[in-house]
């Protein structure tokens, strides 16, 4: 009895050991480090990469619409909630406060939260956070961000906490949920026309448009098999649609992210305006080079 409870005892921490081992935190690569410290940050472009990655979106007032001022969308304090059959989910004060926002992180902190999704603390973030999506930034990208970040102003916001219950609650095990479905590589097969590329990178690296609009597995994770083919939304009725609409022009498509008009006349609303209101803010070459991605995967024999 005594040798089958040492075997037993042996099993038991062998098998934590490897629990531990699979679900640590993730950290930066080298080659990844030496980018971001060499890159030559420039906030204006970095401002170009808040609005395409829709930071806005989920970090300002919940009471803000679309009509708010650019001032307003700059000011990150957090508070939308998120529900999920997983919990609801808040958004934290992501401001320039050293407090209550990240005021206080340095470029390498801020790109692992945005690439690995990981805390300066070393503990793993939701994937509410669309880190999954933002894995594929090139650290240029990232590295003028951040210079950008630096420019916002403070607020003193708290930041609220989820509502998650057992076993979600416990962060370690999101490493075996990373593990499945933090993936760097692109879903759509490489582009050497260079609109195309740049499409795939904006909406595939930076715009998180799958978070929304491609179904999830029983554990959360996107169905990749099923790339923008329309989902359920979260704590609600209703369905996302597939992207892009069957019968959209390319044109169509341009002047619906840039001014929220479908073809038929009806006006953009729910979450997709806030949407529009980041993409309205990019350049004109950009909403195209989106429209022209989204169309090519709407021709692909393997969507």
Known sequence: MKRLAGIAVVLVAAGLALFWWLTRPATLSAETLALLRAHPADAARGEAVFWAA???????????????????????????????PFGTFRAPNISMHPEAGIGAWTL???????????????????PAFPYTTYTRASAADIADLWAFWQTLPADATPTAPHEVGFPFSIRRGLGLWKWLNLDPAYVTPEFSDAQLARGRYLVEALGHCAECHTPRDALGGLDRSRWMAGAPVFGREGRVPAIPPQGWSRLDLTAYLQSGFTPSFDVVGGDMADVVANMSRISAEDRDAIAAYLLALRASPNR
């Open 108 to 126: 390498e902190q801020f790109a692992t939260a945005v690439m690995l999704g990981v805390s300066p603390e070393g503990q793993h973030y939701y």
């Open 54 to 84: 829709g930071c806005a979106s989920c970090h300002t007032d919940p009471a803000l619409d679309s009509t708010a001022t650019t001032e307003q969308r700059l000011v990150l304090s957090g508070g939308h909630a998120f529900a999920t």
